[in-house]
Every structure is written in C-alpha cells, then in structure tokens.
Nanobody, 128 residues
Framework: QVQLVESGGGLVQDGGSLRLSCAASGVAFSSYAMGWFRQAPGKEREFVAG????????DYADSVKGRFTISRDNAKNTVSLQMNSLKPEDTAVYYCAANRRLYYNDGPGTADALYDYWGQGTQVTVSS
C-alpha cells in the first residue's frame, strides 16, 4: 500500500521559514518524480515545486521561485520543501505527490493529473 505522509506544517509569522517533509512507503521511490502542491481555501489546488527522479531537475511555480527549495533523499524515501520568506498568501494545505516517470531526469510535471499518489496534506499558516 502506497503511503505519502507529510509533516512540518504549522503557524509562522510573515517572513518566517518552515521545512516540510514527505515520507514515502510502499512505492519504489526512485521511480517517481515528486511534487508539492497546495490548496488555499476557496481556490484550486496549484503546483508549487517538483523534482525529478534523480534530483537533477527541479521546477517551481513563479510565485515561490527564489524562496522555496525542493530536495529529495532516495536512500531515505523522503522529499522536502524548504520554505523561506513566507508570506500570508502562502497559507494553504500543502500536499506531497508522486508521479511515475520513465527516465531519471524527466521533468517532474506541473499538472496534478500527472500524479499517481497523494498525501493527506499538512496545513501551513502564515500570519501577517
């Protein structure tokens, strides 16, 4: 059974930092590109960041470029999202997702329809 479990969410002040982690089990982790998505109240889920199977390629939404960094550890079956300079508009539930890709350095993909497995989400709240 595939499980993706996010952790690290919480309440932080404007300008603060958080580090989200996602632990995968029941899946050949290195066969999957990984992504982070978020959904704010009343809004559609949106792509935040993604990383290829081998970590060699990353993609970011324009709104988080230069502030967020995605990384992965294939030995530990984990993917992380370091979030710096957080803003109130970053407030959302953040989801980890896995997208099976054929080649190690295939781009992770930004469309949520590409992703096969999803975590339950972790709440990030940034206060002004």
């Amino acid at each position: 059974q595939v499980q993706l479990v996010e952790s690290g969410g919480g309440l932080v002040q404007d300008g603060g930092s958080l580090r989200l982690s996602c632990a995968a089990s029941g899946v050949a982790f290195s066969s999957y590109a990984m992504g982070w998505f978020r959904q704010a109240p009343g809004k559609e889920r949106e792509f935040v960041a993604g990383i290829s199977r081998n970590g060699g390629r990353t993609d970011y939404a324009d709104s988080v470029k230069g502030r967020f960094t995605i990384s992965r550890d294939n030995a530990k079956n984990t993917v992380s999202l370091q979030m710096n300079s957080l803003k109130p508009e970053d407030t959302a539930v953040y989801y980890c997702a896995a997208n099976r890709r054929l080649y190690y350095n295939d781009g992770p993909g930004t469309a949520d329809a590409l992703y096969d497995y999803w975590g339950q989400g972790t709440q990030v709240t940034v206060s002004s």
